[in-house]
């Protein structure tokens, strides 16, 4: 287990070989993003995916999401981006919003329960960024163990998960220290399944026929 300070530029760079090659690896790795702290593998690494749930105690009945360092990133890895969904992403990415879209067929990845849909995310942290950039796209859940509170530090995930991750990536506290908003964009009206870094009123302000969570 090794954690680096990414303020401090020589532990950055060195933090950053090492997580690639962690990844790589088909290990786990903490890094931050704008929200909160997250607990990451390599996207397409079945194992690293079966690994990631088992370190936080969750089934695959809770899908891991995906983070990517691009626009670009999301032509490849969804049946159809529609002209709702490019609008969010101009609007909202990078950041705190989540889109729930369905994944192409194509793929072979196994990211649980998830009914060919996939919830992928562009993070607004320089840190998460450049990860990704250097590993492509990685399966990101919060890096907390399930039903315990989020890390918002990355000494709240090493209390949490201690030597299960390989390496730690400490970005300081988060900026947001909040959870993604999550949109189901698989339907013909994106519904909000999660509220959180983006309000609805926002989301309203790009597409004005989302529609709020049910029960709220």
Known sequence: MQVFNCAEQDQRAAGLDAAT???????????PTDTLYGLGVDAFDRGA?????????????MPVPVLVSSWRTLDGLVEQVTGQIRDLVRAFWPGGL????NHAPSLRWD???ARGTVAVRMPLHPVALELLARTGPMAVSSANLSGRPPA????DALAQLGGAVEVYLDGGPTPVGAASTILD????VPV???????????????LPL???PVGR
Not at 185 to 188: E, F, L, P, S
């Open 185 to 188: 964009c698989t339907g013909r």
């Open 21 to 31: 090659e962690s990844v790589r690896r088909g290990r786990l790795v903490v890094l």
């Open 111 to 113: 990211l649980g329960d």
């Open 192 to 206: 909000v399944v999660r509220e959180g870094a983006v309000s609805l009123a926002a989301l309203r302000s790009v």
């Open 98 to 101: 989540t889109l729930v879209v």
């Open 152 to 155: 918002t530090t990355v000494h």
């Open 210 to 212: 989302v529609e709020e």
């Open 49 to 61: 995916v079966t690994t990631l749930l088992a370190a936080k105690g969750r089934g695959r009945d």
